[in-house]
């Protein structure tokens, strides 16, 4: 089976890496790739968001079937182009890629169908929203409606930071066309995890979960980022909290996209806050999360092109997924500056790894000999162990052998909380 994955970082990667090991997937091409996939995958230079340009290689290349990892494509409608074409992709089309693509619509989604969310408020006029913006008092969050690269969320912790945050989306376009509607939100407090799903018209399948961790530096502070690590299985995450999430998010979701004839199939990523009242969604992504899936594909042992077979042909219930008890952690390397100004181009020099060590390269190219950064995130350094301790001491001694100008990580994820 020939397999197009599209997409060009970590999460792409870690998806490459899944199906290398997988006796289904003949030839895998990446589009546009970068320099790690390279190594398991033949780069194709389309980009992305080339719709046409990816439907035009896939029939010329008699693709079996189409990957998509990123959000971009999928709000642009790609799984709809494909489907005219008559040919197999995976994920939800442009109508179902909408819970993404625009909060207020995630928000009005699940307000509908009675999924426990933050209170909200949406606004098109910069003057109302900053009239408003102190109504859930502070810290408060704002959040650009539209896609916004990961960096779309403020956390404001005064009036002044929230006013700010409003400017930089509505006026001074922070965030492009993204930040044309807002969205101010009550601010939730708990334990955030995360839940990656697999989704067909009739049934939702939670895989193992992960625990995610977006602010820059250690211990929750700063900005936040795209992700700077995760570990799976979430420390919080038990049997009683499952038989919760499954009763007051899960059902609801999957009836809610039944009551509204979305036809979804694909990822649905959840993003949850485990408060006092329980379980509550803040957001929902419509692809495989990353990092989250850099430590969750790497525990999963069945086939994942039997998966997306399954999910296709409407036979997610019938399909037994089976799931590695090893713990993973991923811990990400970032450029200096990131989520802000950072410089690209600096030179990678990795060591001697352990061999169990899985980069994961996220904003990586080749220039002549050298390996050289090429975003804000540039690799993921992933382990799987018995353990959690035992896991994220591998991750961590492996960093110290991996070097470039300005390398900036945490040093606190998988620390359990």
Same mark, same amino acid.
């Given at each position: 089976?020939?397999?197009?994955?599209?997409?060009?970082?970590?999460?792409?990667?870690?998806?490459?890496?899944?199906?290398?090991?997988?006796?289904?997937?003949?030839?895998?091409?990446?589009?546009?790739?970068?320099?790690?996939?390279?190594?398991?995958?033949?780069?194709?230079?389309?980009?992305?968001?080339?719709?046409?340009?990816?439907?035009?290689?896939?029939?010329?290349?008699?693709?079996?079937?189409?990957?998509?990892?990123?959000?971009?494509? *999928?709000?642009?409608?790609?799984?709809?182009?494909?489907?005219?074409?008559?040919?197999?992709?995976?994920?939800?089309?442009?109508?179902?890629?909408? *819970?993404?693509?625009?909060?207020?619509?995630?928000?009005?989604?699940?307000?509908?169908?009675?999924?426990?969310?933050?209170?909200?408020?949406?606004?098109?006029?910069?003057?109302?929203?900053?009239?408003?913006?102190?109504?859930?008092?502070?810290?408060?969050?704002?959040?650009?409606?539209?896609?916004?690269?990961?960096?779309?969320?403020?956390?404001?912790?005064?009036?002044?930071?929230?006013?700010?945050?409003?400017?930089?989306?509505?006026?001074?376009?922070?965030?492009?066309?993204?930040?044309?509607?807002?969205?101010?939100?009550?601010?939730?407090?708990?334990?955030?995890?995360?839940?990656?799903?697999?989704?067909?018209?009739?049934?939702?399948?939670?895989?193992?979960?992960?625990?995610?961790?977006?602010?820059?530096?250690?211990?929750?502070?700063?900005?936040?980022?795209?992700?700077?690590?995760?570990?799976?299985?979430?420390?919080?995450?038990?049997?009683?909290?499952?038989?919760?999430?499954?009763?007051?998010? *899960?059902?609801?979701?999957?009836?809610?996209?039944?009551?509204? !004839?979305?036809?979804?199939?694909?990822?649905?990523?959840?993003?949850?806050?485990?408060? !006092?009242?329980?379980?509550?969604?803040?957001?929902?992504?419509?692809?495989?999360?990353?990092?989250?899936?850099?430590?969750?594909?790497?525990?999963?042992?069945?086939? *994942?092109?039997?998966?997306?077979?399954?999910?296709?042909?409407?036979?997610?219930?019938?399909?037994?997924?089976?799931?590695?008890?090893?713990?993973?952690?991923?811990?990400?390397?970032?450029?200096?500056?990131?989520?802000?100004?950072?410089?690209?181009?600096?030179?990678? !020099?990795?060591?001697?790894?352990?061999?169990?060590?899985?980069?994961?390269?996220?904003?990586?190219?080749?220039?002549?000999? !050298?390996?050289?950064?090429?975003?804000?995130?540039?690799?993921?350094?992933?382990?799987?162990?018995?353990?959690?301790?035992?896991?994220?001491?591998?991750?961590?001694?492996?960093?110290?052998?991996?070097?470039?100008?300005?390398?900036?990580?945490?040093?606190?994820?998988?620390?359990?909380?």
């Amino acid at each position: 089976m020939k397999v197009l994955v599209v997409g060009s970082g970590g999460r792409e990667h870690a998806i490459c890496h899944k199906l290398l090991n997988e006796d289904k997937a003949s030839k895998i091409y990446c589009a546009p790739g970068n320099a790690g996939i390279s190594e398991i995958a033949e780069i194709v230079d389309i980009k992305d968001s080339d719709i046409d340009g990816l439907i035009d290689f896939a029939k010329k290349n008699d693709i079996d079937i189409t990957i998509v990892g990123p959000e971009l494509s *999928l709000v642009m409608g790609i799984v709809d182009e494909f489907e005219k074409n008559n040919m197999k992709i995976f994920g939800p089309n442009k109508a179902c890629a909408l *819970l993404e693509g625009s909060k207020s619509y995630s928000k009005e989604f699940m307000i509908k169908h009675d999924i426990p969310t933050a209170k909200y408020k949406e606004f098109n006029n910069l003057d109302e929203a900053i009239k408003n913006v102190g109504i859930y008092g502070y810290p408060v969050v704002v959040k650009a409606d539209g896609l916004a690269a990961g960096k779309g969320v403020i956390i404001a912790t005064c009036e002044k930071e929230a006013v700010d945050s409003l400017n930089d989306m509505m006026q001074n376009k922070k965030f492009g066309s993204a930040g044309e509607k807002v969205i101010i939100e009550e601010f939730l407090t708990g334990i955030e995890t995360s839940i990656l799903t697999f989704v067909d018209n009739e049934t939702i399948v939670p895989m193992v979960s992960a625990k995610d961790h977006k602010k820059v530096f250690d211990h929750e502070v700063g900005p936040n980022t795209g992700g700077m690590g995760t570990f799976s299985p979430s420390d919080i995450y038990n049997e009683d909290l499952q038989t919760e999430i499954d009763n007051k998010i *899960l059902k609801p979701i999957i009836d809610g996209l039944k009551k509204d !004839n979305l036809k979804y199939k694909g990822i649905l990523f959840i993003g949850l806050m485990i408060t !006092n009242d329980g379980p509550k969604v803040l957001e929902f992504n419509v692809r495989f999360g990353d990092p989250e899936t850099q430590v969750v594909l790497t525990r999963l042992e069945s086939s *994942l092109i039997d998966i997306i077979e399954s999910i296709l042909d409407n036979k997610l219930k019938d399909t037994d997924i089976k799931w590695s008890d090893k713990k993973t952690v991923c811990v990400m390397l970032t450029s200096g500056g990131y989520p802000n100004n950072y410089e690209k181009g600096k030179v990678i !020099n990795i060591g001697d790894l352990d061999e169990d060590i899985v980069l994961f390269h996220s904003g990586t190219k080749r220039e002549k000999e !050298n390996l050289v950064t090429n975003g804000g995130r540039v690799i993921g350094v992933s382990a799987k162990a018995d353990t959690l301790k035992e896991a994220t001491k591998k991750v961590y001694t492996n960093i110290d052998k991996i070097y470039f100008d300005g390398m900036h990580y945490r040093r606190d994820i998988g620390e359990c909380e």
